[in-house]
């Protein structure tokens, strides 16, 4: 996790799990708990997440808008980015190709 | 095999299917596609099926060949109809936390059929398909 003025950079890695949720909803909570104004998820290292792991995230983006924080999502592989198009959350969520450019 | 209805257990089972799929020569998006779709019947049973009761067990079956993969995971609940599960695509089941298991088992696998009272699924995955079940 490093923080970046009001917004906070998670970088996630290897395979986000069932077992791994719950990191990463209490992770999120913590964030959300400070109305961190931006939350940004950094796919590029991640080979796999499951429903349960998108459910995480989207708990997540439903506590930010308590607030009008949001929660971004940068540089998904394609096998993450075909799971994110099949479930459609490409509709709740701006993906970005670089932190830079998600933090812009 | 049986085994007990923890996220522990499902890891080790999976880590075994993906195993043998290596075993199998299967390449990456098949590898991917079973992986996603044994943890999303898996978390259905453990879950759903079975509510984290560690008393209760997941069946889970799987054979592995040349040509395809097939996996049997049944549970000890009361079974459920999976045509009544919500579209969790839709615009107002977007911000659902849950419901997306069974939309990704039937996208990622070529074939998935839930026993008539629900609580026992079988998929089918063949090795040389394309990615996504087409």
């Not at chain 2, 049986?2 to 923890?6: A, G, H, K, N, Y």
């Not at chain 2, 040349?66 to 993969?69: G, K, L, S």
């Not at chain 2, 089941?93 to 298991?101: I, V, W």
């Given at each position: 996790?490093?923080?970046q003025?009001?917004a906070?950079?998670?970088t996630m890695?290897?395979?986000?799990?069932?077992a791994?949720a719950?990191?990463?909803?209490?992770?999120?909570?913590?964030?959300?708990?400070?109305?961190?104004t931006?939350i940004?998820?950094?796919?590029?290292?991640?080979?796999?997440?499951?429903?349960?792991?998108?459910?995480a995230i989207?708990?997540g983006?439903?506590?930010?808008?308590?607030?009008q924080?949001?929660?971004?999502?940068?540089?998904?592989?394609?096998?993450v980015?075909?799971?994110?198009?099949?479930?459609?959350?490409?509709?709740l969520?701006s993906?970005?190709?670089?932190?830079?450019?998600?933090?812009? | 095999m049986?085994?007990?209805?923890?996220y522990?257990?499902?890891?080790?089972?999976?880590?075994?299917?993906?195993?043998?799929?290596?075993?199998h020569g299967?390449?990456d998006?098949a590898a991917?596609?079973?992986?996603l779709?044994?943890e999303?019947?898996?978390?259905?049973?453990?879950?759903?099926?079975?509510?984290?009761?560690?008393?209760k067990?997941?069946?889970?079956d799987?054979?592995?060949d040349?040509?395809?993969?097939t996996?049997?995971?049944?549970?000890q609940?009361g079974?459920?109809?999976?045509?009544?599960?919500?579209?969790?695509?839709?615009?107002e089941?977007?911000?659902?936390?849950?419901?997306?298991?069974i939309?990704?088992?039937?996208?990622?696998m070529?074939?998935?059929?839930?026993?008539?009272?629900?609580?026992?699924?079988?998929?089918?995955?063949?090795?040389?398909c394309?990615?996504?079940?087409?």
């Open positions: 996790m490093a923080t003025g009001p906070v950079v998670l890695h290897g395979s986000a799990r069932m791994d719950e990191t990463m909803r209490t992770a999120l909570a913590e964030l959300t708990e400070n109305q961190t931006l940004v998820l950094d796919m590029t290292d991640l080979d796999f997440i499951c429903s349960v792991g998108l459910g989207i708990s983006h439903l506590r930010t808008r308590h607030y924080g949001r929660i971004c999502l940068v540089s998904p592989k394609p096998p980015m075909e799971l994110l198009e099949t479930t459609r959350l490409t509709q969520f993906i970005f190709p670089t932190v830079e450019q998600a933090l812009a | 049986q085994i007990p209805s923890t522990e257990a499902a890891k080790q089972v999976e880590d075994a299917v993906l195993k043998e799929l290596d075993r299967y390449d998006v991917f596609a079973v992986k779709a044994l999303e019947s898996l978390n259905n049973a453990i879950k759903h099926g079975n509510g984290l009761d560690p008393d067990t997941v069946e889970v799987y054979d592995v040349a040509r395809q993969i996996i049997t995971v049944a549970d609940g079974g459920f109809d999976p045509a009544r599960v919500p579209d969790p695509t839709v615009d089941n977007l911000e659902k936390p849950c419901g997306r298991g939309l990704l088992m039937r996208a990622y070529d074939e998935v059929c839930f026993s008539p009272c629900g609580n026992r699924v079988k998929m089918v995955k063949c090795k040389n394309t990615a996504q079940g087409l």
